[in-house]
């Protein structure tokens, strides 16, 4: 081969390969493909090569072996980088979850489209996400329409709604069966006064809860609660889950029996300090947190407006009445706390500022003093 026409060496092949720009990376490739196919021994060398023990290979074969396994090196690269993460699972390996219903999500068209619900609902639903709206401006709407859909994903899944207080319990069951009329014979409201038994065939037979995270943890301690089907647990009033609450308590034991369930956490104020929200997030294993203010831009439009007015009540006659008689009997008392103060201080000025010999004749005042100071206490006493 001449000298003009010599390829280039291992070393100026390495230099240009791994130096240059993605214009030169391109113009390399190509004449290495063209060296590959030019200058590829023939079949009789390549036999008589694999013959002999102590072949050694020439420059440019050298050459084309480095170019080939630089390629191969990228190629590998760039299927590593294009694909999916290694640590993505596969969606079939989820149990319970239907492959054609969680195809979509659905999210409800018969009431006004307000774009911070939307976005705030398609987080939920992918994330374990904290919600902080001002009073108000729809988290109930949105813990609905997360629950609706895991109630479609997971034909034999349950979803549990948890609210702190009886009241709150029974107001969020109206409040999603008229946002997403999942029907009732598929829902249930437990409280403490709800029956064990009841409670146990509840379970059974049931695929939304609404109750009390007492009664949750309860009903999981005693196995009633199958924990392993719960898909999505939402927390209403989320910023009640510090310490041993028993928020906390409810969302161990449900890692105990599975880790495949969404936590969708409802709060107006989720702390007073960071210390405290972040012990809320890591309590209810919170991965996003989704938060809106009076001031934020997609809540302006749809924020109240408050205006204070103030109307003073009348007392009646008969208010009024008790209050004079309150009055006076603090009157009497305040005149018997004043006389005996005074009397003490008297007693006091006297025994120092008199003379020992001059004492004696004020000894019978200090006992008049003395005396009216028991009958005070007497009659404070009656």
């Known amino acids: 081969m001449s000298a003009g026409s010599r390829q280039r060496t291992l070393f100026q092949t ?37 013959t002999r023990s102590t072949a050694i290979l020439n420059d440019d074969e050298d050459d084309l072996l480095l170019l080939e396994a630089i390629d191969a090196a990228e190629s590998e690269t760039k299927v590593l980088h294009d694909g999916p993460p290694v640590s993505c699972r596969d969606v079939q390996d989820v149990p319970g979850f239907d492959l054609e219903a969680g195809d979509i999500w659905i999210y409800p068209t018969n009431l006004p489209l307000r774009q911070y619900q939307l976005n705030i609902v398609e987080r939920g639903l992918f994330a374990n996400t904290l919600v902080c709206l001002p009073t108000g401006l729809g988290k109930t709407f949105v813990a609905a329409v997360v629950m609706y859909n895991f109630y479609r994903w997971y034909p034999s899944g349950k979803v549990a709604f948890l609210a702190p207080t009886k ?27 709800t029956a064990a038994a009841d409670r146990w065939r509840l379970w059974q037979s049931c695929r939304v809860f609404f109750l009390t995270p007492q009664v949750m943890m309860n009903d999981l301690s005693r196995g009633a609660c199958p924990g392993v089907a719960i898909r999505c647990l939402v927390v209403d009033e989320a910023h009640k889950a ?18 495949q369930f969404r936590v969708l956490a409802l709060s107006a104020t989720p702390g007073s300090d960071a210390k405290s929200v972040q012990q809320v997030l890591t309590n209810l294993l919170i991965s996003h947190v989704e938060i809106r203010s009076d001031d934020s831009p997609d809540i302006v439009p749809f924020s109240h407006q408050r205006s204070v007015e103030k109307h003073v009540i009348p007392l009646g006659e008969r208010l009024s009445a008790l209050r004079d008689s309150y009055r006076k009997v ?3 008392i305040y005149i018997y706390i004043y006389i005996y103060i005074l009397f003490h201080f008297i007693c006091i000025f006297l025994i120092i500022t008199l003379a020992e010999g001059e004492r004696i004749a004020f000894r019978p005042v200090c006992l008049f003093a003395q005396n009216f100071r028991v009958f005070l206490c007497n009659r404070l006493l009656d």
């Open 330 to 332: 603090n009157l009497y």
């Open 167 to 193: 009241p709150l319990v029974a107001q969020q069951v109206a409040a999603c069966y008229d946002v997403m009329g999942i029907p009732q014979r598929h829902m249930a409201e437990m409280t403490g006064s």
């Open 14 to 50: 390495w230099g240009t390969k791994l130096g240059s720009t993605t214009s030169d990376n391109g113009r390399a490739r190509d004449a290495g493909q063209h060296r590959r196919y030019s200058h590829r021994p023939n079949d009789g060398s390549r036999r008589s090569a694999e």
């Open 242 to 259: 510090l310490g041993n609450h028993s928020y906390c308590q409810v969302v161990k034991q449900l890692v105990g029996h599975t880790r």
